[in-house]
């Protein structure tokens, strides 16, 4: 089985790119082979900081394999190593209708956001496609804010078979998780950097509880019972908690006698706790300086060798080659 998945490098990651993305890709090692990427081409369309791009793409490196991926077992690369994304994102674009880009509310939103709305921001689903179609893939982990364009990708493969001949390009199929498809953000919308409502995977201890502290609750007493319903701190704390610990939790809330600083401790105590072994691996990656250079440079020749044959045989169908 081929997986495939990617994160842009736009800042430190937090718990919902690893919840959403980065834990069902570690996990999917074990059943297939994975094709993890840096997507360095796609954090341009929001972006024009050159330095700002160049420490985020390491960072994201660092961290992704501090979280566990395994360069043995899987092929990690930037994205922008593998010119041939670029020539399967044009073809893709001769059979993608126009009507279904400007659907896509991703888009949308973004250009909502004052973000400028420039080609490669409303073509984003299509290079999406190129990504995910260059290496066969057949799985694809996404978040819930990712599932329209992964139907991009489909209906665009379907389009391209329909065209040139059944087999042209192999049709994916999205992974998502329903318990973490949406993780919830400090103040109770979507974990989004956006939103300025996230929880880094990693930093300093002091600052990262300061961070938790900031949940936004409401001034139920102390004595009183605390509703469980749309709780940002047990949405949160069950990502983190095993369930003996979370049943507990519950039962607190229902009871009373305990306030939402209590709470908001425990919360925070699961979640340094639960990321401990993946600060240790950072720090060990960080201590060899080259180390980082080298997966990435023998991944992107893996991706390179896998990318040339596909679109090999992309470019017989349509009469390139």
């Not at 090692?29 to 160049?54: C, N, P, V, W």
């Not at 044009?90 to 400028?116: E, R």
Request: glycine residues 8%; contains cysteine; aromatic residues 8%.
């Amino acid at each position: 089985m081929r997986i495939l998945t990617g994160l842009q490098p736009s800042g430190k990651l937090h718990v919902g790119n690893y919840f959403g993305a980065i834990k069902p890709a570690v996990e999917l090692q074990q059943q297939g082979e994975g094709f993890y990427f840096i997507a360095d081409y796609h954090a341009m369309t929001s972006g024009r900081d050159a330095a700002a791009l160049k420490a985020n793409i390491r960072e994201l490196a660092i961290d992704f394999l501090a979280c566990g991926l395994d360069p043995e077992k899987s092929v990690f690369f930037r994205q922008s190593a593998v010119p041939e994304v670029n020539e399967l994102a044009w073809i893709l674009s001769t059979v993608c209708p126009m009507p279904l880009l400007a659907k896509c509310h991703s888009y949308k939103d973004k250009v909502a956001q004052g973000i400028s709305p420039n080609h490669a921001l409303f073509a984003y689903p299509v290079l999406m496609a190129a990504d995910i179609l260059l290496y066969d893939s057949e799985k694809v982990p996404v978040g819930k804010d990712q599932k329209q364009h992964l139907e991009v990708t489909r209906s665009l493969a379907t389009k391209l078979n329909e065209a040139y001949g059944e087999g042209t390009v192999v049709m994916p199929e999205a992974i998502i998780k329903e318990e973490t498809e949406l993780v919830i953000g400090l103040d109770g919308r979507k974990m989004s950097k956006s939103y300025d409502n996230t929880l880094p995977i990693f930093g300093e201890e002091k600052q990262l509880r300061k961070w938790v502290m900031k949940i936004v609750t409401d001034s139920t007493p102390v004595e009183d019972p605390k509703s469980t319903e749309n709780s940002t701190i047990i949405a949160l704390y069950k990502l983190f908690a095993n369930e003996a610990e979370l049943g507990s939790m519950i039962a607190d809330h229902q009871r009373g006698g305990c306030g939402y600083g209590d709470f908001k401790k425990r919360l925070a105590d699961a979640y340094w706790d639960y990321f401990s072994e993946m600060r240790t691996r950072r720090e060990e990656i960080l201590k060899d300086t080259g180390y980082v250079d080298q997966v990435l440079k023998d991944g992107a020749n893996r991706a390179r060798e896998e990318a040339a044959k596909v679109l090999s045989r992309i470019r017989q169908a349509v009469g390139l080659a």
